[in-house]
C-alpha cells in the first residue's frame, strides 16, 4: 500500500510539472509572427487591407510598424487597432498611433501589443536586414538601382529606379491596391522605404510605382514618440 501511495504521489508531481512547463508553450502559441509583407487591416471599419513595410524596435523599445498613412481611414487622426487581415478573429495585435496623410509624409507608425506579436525580419517575399543608405536608391536610366517591392495584390516585382524627389522615388514595379505600405528593398536585403501609389505621372511620364523613403518616414517622427529611432528586427 505504502508504495502506491508513493507511486501516486510521483505520478500527481509529474503531472504538475508537466502542466507547469507547459504554460509557456501554451502563452507562445497565443502570439501570431508577424513580418515585412503581412496582410494587415489598419483600422476596425476599414474596408480592404494594406501591406506592412516593417517591423522592429524603436529607440525606447517599442514594438512598432510602418505602413501606408492612406490606410488609417479614421477622421480624427487618431487610427484604430491593427487586425492581422488573415487571422482576425485573433482580434487587434496592435493600435496606430501615428498617421501622416501628406503627399510626401504618407505614412502611420502601428505600436504592436508585445503580448500577442512575435516579430520576424522574414517576410512572405523579402528578407529585411537593414536600412538602406540615406542617398539610396539612385536613380537613373544608366545609373539607377533596381529596387523590388512586396505586396499583398501584386507579390514580389522590381524594377530600374528612373526617378528621385522629395523624398519620393519611382520605378516600373507593378503595384495595385492592396500593395500600400508595403516594404521596397535594393541589394535584396536593405529597406528603402514604402509603396504609397500605382500608376502615377511626373514630369509628364507615367511611372507604375511611388514610393516614400523610409529616411524620409524616419526624419519625420518626433523624438519621444513610438517609431523614434527605429530599426529592423534582425532575427
Given at each position: 500500500m505504502k508504495n502506491n501511495i508513493a507511486v501516486g504521489s510521483v505520478f500527481a508531481i509529474a503531472i504538475s510539472v508537466c502542466a507547469l512547463s507547459s504554460e509557456p508553450a501554451q502563452a507562445q502559441a497565443q502570439k501570431l509572427?508577424?513580418?515585412?509583407?503581412?496582410r494587415i487591416n489598419?483600422?476596425?471599419?476599414?474596408?480592404?487591407?494594406?501591406t506592412l513595410g516593417a517591423i522592429g524596435?524603436?529607440?525606447?523599445?517599442?514594438?512598432?510598424g510602418i505602413t501606408a498613412g492612406h490606410c488609417d481611414d479614421t477622421t480624427d487622426g487618431d487610427g484604430g487597432p491593427i487586425y492581422l487581415e488573415t487571422n482576425r478573429a485573433f482580434g487587434p495585435i496592435g493600435q496606430?498611433?501615428?498617421?501622416?496623410?501628406?503627399?510626401?509624409?504618407d505614412y502611420q507608425i502601428i505600436?504592436?501589443?508585445?503580448?500577442?506579436?512575435?516579430?520576424?525580419?522574414?517576410?512572405?517575399?523579402?528578407?529585411?536586414?537593414?536600412?538602406?543608405?540615406?542617398?539610396?536608391?539612385?536613380?537613373?536610366?544608366?545609373?539607377?538601382?533596381?529596387?523590388?517591392k512586396d505586396g499583398q495584390t501584386t507579390g514580389l516585382t522590381c524594377g530600374l529606379v528612373l526617378s528621385k524627389s522629395g523624398g519620393m522615388f519611382r520605378n516600373m514595379a507593378l503595384s495595385y491596391s492592396g500593395d500600400s505600405g508595403g516594404p521596397v528593398v535594393v541589394d535584396d536585403t536593405q529597406l528603402c522605404g514604402i509603396t504609397v501609389?500605382?500608376?502615377?505621372?511626373?514630369?509628364?511620364?507615367?511611372?507604375?510605382?511611388?514610393?516614400?523613403s523610409i529616411h524620409q518616414i524616419l526624419n519625420d517622427i518626433p523624438s519621444g514618440t513610438p517609431g523614434h529611432g527605429f530599426q529592423p528586427v534582425t532575427f
Open positions: 509572427t508577424i513580418a515585412n509583407g503581412a489598419p483600422t476596425a471599419d476599414y474596408p480592404g487591407w494594406c524596435y524603436d529607440d525606447q523599445d517599442n514594438l512598432v496606430t498611433v501615428r498617421t501622416n496623410r501628406a503627399y510626401a509624409y505600436l504592436f501589443d508585445k503580448n500577442k506579436v512575435t516579430p520576424s525580419k522574414y517576410g512572405p517575399a523579402i528578407q529585411i536586414d537593414s536600412l538602406c543608405a540615406t542617398n539610396e536608391p539612385a536613380s537613373g536610366l544608366f545609373g539607377g538601382e533596381i529596387a523590388c501609389r500605382a500608376g502615377v505621372v511626373v514630369g509628364g511620364i507615367p511611372y507604375a510605382t511611388e514610393y516614400i
